[in-house]
């Protein structure tokens, strides 16, 4: 096992923190798009898209460094502590992804 593993593991985790923070702000940019274009009618439904957007974004970003506590657990499973489970962060990385 490398030595550096746990500044690997942060990287990555912040990395992609990254990768779905870019992707949400993507969608929400081309949501903004949108209310230059839509009748007045229909700015109340974009703006519900870009809250409900932003409403999922938030947690898919936070959950990767709260999963586990203590932090440390994360890199180390012999630490002692309490994990989410994967179950849980992949489920909501997979709803997070389909919209």
């Not at 798009?33 to 809250?51: D, H, M, N, S, Y």
């Not at 959950?63 to 489920?91: A, H, M, N, R, W």
């Amino acid at each position: 096992m490398p030595l550096n593993l746990r500044s690997i593991v942060m990287y990555l985790q912040v990395l992609s923190a990254v990768v779905r923070l870019a992707t949400s702000l993507a969608r929400i940019s081309f949501a903004t798009t949108l209310l230059q274009l839509v009748t007045p009618g229909e700015k109340r439904f974009v703006w519900l898209a870009i809250i409900t957007l932003a409403a999922v974004a938030i947690p898919a970003v936070i959950l990767p460094f709260v999963s586990c506590i203590p932090y440390e657990k994360i890199f180390d499973p012999s630490i002692p502590g309490t994990c989410t489970g994967q179950v849980v962060e992949l489920g909501y990385f997979y709803f997070e992804a389909g919209p």
